[in-house]
Nanobody, 112 residues
Framework: VQLQATGGGLVQPGGSLRLSCAAS????????MEWYRQAPGKRRQLVAR???????NYENSVRGRFTISRDNAKNAVYLQMNSLKPEDTAVYYC???????WGQGTLVTVSS
């Protein structure tokens, strides 16, 4: 399985970005999907998870600002990020739950 994450960039505080992750293969609808992030000098951290049926979970600091969603017809998972803060600056990775499969990461920088 290959995962390709896109959509990162530079945004001002309070702004929005939408990350996308495209997956290869035919089993995408059976995967729980996750977004992680890793800030400089910090551990990789789970940001959000979405189940096969669309149930979502969020890390406390992003709840209410970020929304994870999926489109099984497109083999894609998304992370809509609103009200971005400088502390959201990190490389964001998509991941298949309990697997060795990671996307290559996309850098999000929140700065004025």
């Amino acid at each position: 399985v290959q995962l390709q994450a896109t959509g990162g960039g530079l945004v001002q505080p309070g702004g929005s970005l939408r990350l996308s992750c495209a997956a290869s293969g035919s089993a995408f609808s059976r995967y729980l999907m996750e977004w992680y992030r890793q800030a400089p000098g910090k551990r990789r951290q789970l940001v959000a998870r979405i189940s096969t049926t669309g149930v979502t979970n969020y890390e406390n600091s992003v709840r209410g600002r970020f929304t994870i969603s999926r489109d099984n017809a497109k083999n894609a998972v998304y992370l809509q990020m609103n009200s971005l803060k400088p502390e959201d600056t990190a490389v964001y990775y998509c991941h298949i739950y309990l697997s060795e499969y990671w996307g290559q990461g996309t850098l999000v920088t929140v700065s004025s």
